[in-house]
């Protein structure tokens, strides 16, 4: 039984979710010949305190982004 894990940020809305689902079954469904109830998809959500980018979290790492955009405004 094939196994499709994908890792990232969280997806918040369920219809976006099952629309992702589908989408890679469908795939996978075409690449090994299998019927649909063989394949399985987990999705593993990192939030941004999770995760690091070059030594720094990602939480962080958004919140200078965010503050350099506001000077960038000002």
């Known amino acids: ?3 499709i894990t994908i890792e990232g940020p969280p997806i918040k809305d369920l219809d976006v979710k ?3 689902v589908k989408g890679l079954t469908e795939v ?6 299998l019927a649909k109830h063989k394949i399985r998809v987990v999705i593993k959500e990192n939030l941004p305190e999770n995760v690091a980018r070059g030594g720094e979290l990602l939480l962080d790492i958004k919140k200078a982004e965010a503050e350099a955009r506001q000077k960038d405004k000002e």
Do not use: C, F, Q, S
């Open 1 to 3: 039984m094939p196994n």
């Open 18 to 20: 099952r629309k992702l």
């Open 28 to 33: 996978a469904v075409e690449a090994y010949g």
